[in-house]
């Protein structure tokens, strides 16, 4: 017997089980609610429904093989992954990355910050049936994703850059292009901001609804905006700042009682700085000659020293990092990925205790996890 | 580096070899202290921040460089030199991945695990986010984590009779299939 099920022993309870399958659920993931009325008294989770051995698939493929299946970690924003993983091999080798690669990147993983949290916004508002604002910033995301596309060729799983740098410059319309899709996502969050955020509904549906103090937060080893809602202001591209991120003007939103709401408005207010970081990174890129290096020297064959590294970033979710042991042979030894979700999901059944069934939801949606990412 | 010395301040005789690469530092220290030396880097240097916890299987890496040494020993052989045996080391290692909140450093703690003595004492006293890493490298490793209060397999499924991170667990798998017995509380975890 799980200490979920020994802490509710005495209590009259019925089992209801969300998922895997639940078109309210993010992926396949389940939980096994205890229900007392409409009270959830405690939920046991059940992960691994996604697992596919990431980990194992890592050590028996070379360094540029494993790229494309970082893509399937998060697959919202599959440009942090691939960005987060090539920088721990560079780390582990030594490279210093060409500032114009490091724009580049820069640019990209803004823009998947962008989409990562119009995706959770947007199906927020799903969950808790707001419609319309879905429709409005999916809009903006598929604006995303043509830029993606036409940046390399894929939508969804992009495969990013290359270990030392990235393929191309970005495209020669990209000026044009993201001044278009400036005007819509400025118009677009202030859309749903005006729709949802002092919507009478919306707040009720979200304002108190599952917090957490900050020392709880720090103790389950929350990272990014989950954490950021409860008051900790801490952000790894300001407190470990890496590739170019020490030279941007931006803020650091932070909520106050992370809830619900503030984990909503932590990531709206975010959307916004994260158009601030790609107008000043895209005045730097331009202000550099087409003939800048893309990629520094990379040997043909990636065979790291022998040693490991661990190198974290700051994905839309929060730190991702990846642990990478080398044997000095072409294949890695060990590759631990460490997902930001997987630390905010254990915390779950804490959360959730002695809320409504209904919240359960809401607070599933508001933690953004991504089954991708949790399993591995 | 100043980390390095008030690591070594605060640790003492417990701190048994440190090493770096690329500016990532990893402190070993005895499997037996581990919840010892965790409590005293938090509680005296701030380490106050668990990242993640897992295993690591250096099995293939011994197995490796006795082949390249036997290589060796059998050129200095023809030399006249003479190899000498040396005590295996422990198979496993569990990697601790800390920071400190104020400071922004981080620090790796490492403790091996030999694999006739698969207990090690649970974190979850310290940081309830050891939960999860905690029985995930029961389930990829077998290490197993006294105190845990729900050692149980996390991503694979309960009756899963291997332990897939291994390195002498095949890639494609050993066509394990899952038996559905509908058990509400299987036996499939440690206690």
């Known amino acids: 017997m799980g200490p979920v099920k020994q802490r509710i022993a005495n209590e009259d309870y019925v089992t209801i089980n969300v998922g895997p399958s639940h078109p309210a659920m993010h992926g396949t993931l389940r939980a096994i609610a205890y229900v007392s009325g409409e009270t959830v008294l405690g939920t046991d989770l059940e992960i691994g429904y996604l697992h596919r051995g990431v980990e194992k698939l890592g050590e028996n493929l070379t360094y540029h093989q494993f790229i494309p299946i970082t893509d399937r970690l998060n697959y919202c924003s599959a440009i942090a992954n691939n960005v987060s993983y090539e920088m721990a091999v560079e780390k582990l080798m030594g490279l210093e990355v060409p500032e114009k690669a490091q724009l580049i990147r820069i640019i990209m993983t803004e823009l998947s910050r962008i989409a990562d949290h119009i995706v959770l916004v947007g199906i927020l508002g799903v969950d808790l049936g707001a419609f319309t604002p879905f429709f409005y910033l999916f809009i903006q995301r598929e604006e995303i994703y043509e830029i993606f596309e036409w940046y390399n060729g894929a939508r969804l799983t992009n495969t990013f ?3 030392g740098g990235v393929e191309a410059p970005l495209p020669e319309d990209f000026e044009e292009r993201w001044s278009k899709l400036k005007k819509g996502l400025d ?3 202030g859309e749903t901001d005006k729709l949802l955020t002092h919507n009478r509904i919306w707040m009720d549906r979200t304002i108190g609804v599952t917090p957490i103090s900050a020392d709880d937060a720090l103790n389950w080893g929350f990272t990014g905006p989950c954490l950021r809602a409860c008051g900790v202001k801490r952000d790894l591209r300001k407190d470990e700042p890496y590739s170019l991120y020490h030279q941007f003007d931006f803020e650091i939103p932070t909520g106050k009682h992370g809830d619900v709401f503030d984990r909503y408005m932590v990531r709206m207010i975010e959307m916004r700085e994260s158009v601030k970081i790609i107008d000043q990174a895209f005045a730097m890129y331009k202000e550099l000659g087409p ?9 043909k064959i990636i065979r790291p020293p022998e040693g490991e ?4 970033i700051e994905s839309p979710n929060g730190e991702l990092g990846f642990y990478i042991k080398s ?5 890695p030894y ?3 990925i460490r997902p930001p979700c997987y630390m905010i999901f254990q915390a779950f059944d804490e959360l959730i205790q002695g809320e409504m069934i209904s919240d359960l939801i809401a607070c599933l949606s508001s933690l953004n996890i991504i089954a991708g990412e949790l399993d591995r | 580096m100043a980390l390095k010395d008030s690591v070594l301040k605060v640790l003492g005789k417990k701190a048994l070899a440190f090493d770096e690469t690329a500016g990532s530092l990893f402190v070993e220290v005895p499997k037996e202290h581990i919840v010892a030396c965790l409590t005293l880097l938090k509680n005296e240097l701030g380490f106050d921040f668990l990242s993640d916890l897992f295993g690591v299987d250096n099995s293939a890496l011994y197995e490796k460089k006795k082949k390249k040494k036997k290589k060796k020993g059998e050129e200095s052989e023809e030399n006249g030199g003479s190899v000498q045996e040396e005590p295996v080391p422990p198979r496993f290692e569990v990697i601790y991945l800390l920071l400190n909140l104020e400071t922004n450093q981080r620090l790796q703690v490492r403790i091996r695990v030999p ?3 698969l207990t090690v004492e649970s974190a979850t006293g310290l940081w309830k986010g050891a939960n999860w890493p905690e029985r995930e490298c029961f389930d990829m490793f077998g290490i197993k984590f006294r105190g845990h209060p729900y050692l149980k397999r996390l991503l694979m499924w309960d009756e899963f009779p291997a332990h897939p991170l291994r390195k002498d667990y095949p890639l494609e798998g050993m066509g394990e299939e899952r038996e559905l017995v509908y058990e509400p509380e299987g036996e499939g975890h440690w206690t």
């Open chain 1, 327 to 331: 044997d000095g042979t072409d294949k």
């Open chain 1, 334 to 336: 060990r590759i631990k």
């Open chain 1, 161 to 163: 850059g290359r270990i």
């Open chain 1, 187 to 189: 118009k677009a969050i």
């Open chain 1, 291 to 299: 003939d800048e290096p893309l990629m520094a020297k990379v040997p």
């Open chain 1, 309 to 312: 590294v661990y190198h974290a």
């Open chain 2, 115 to 117: 694999e006739n003595d």
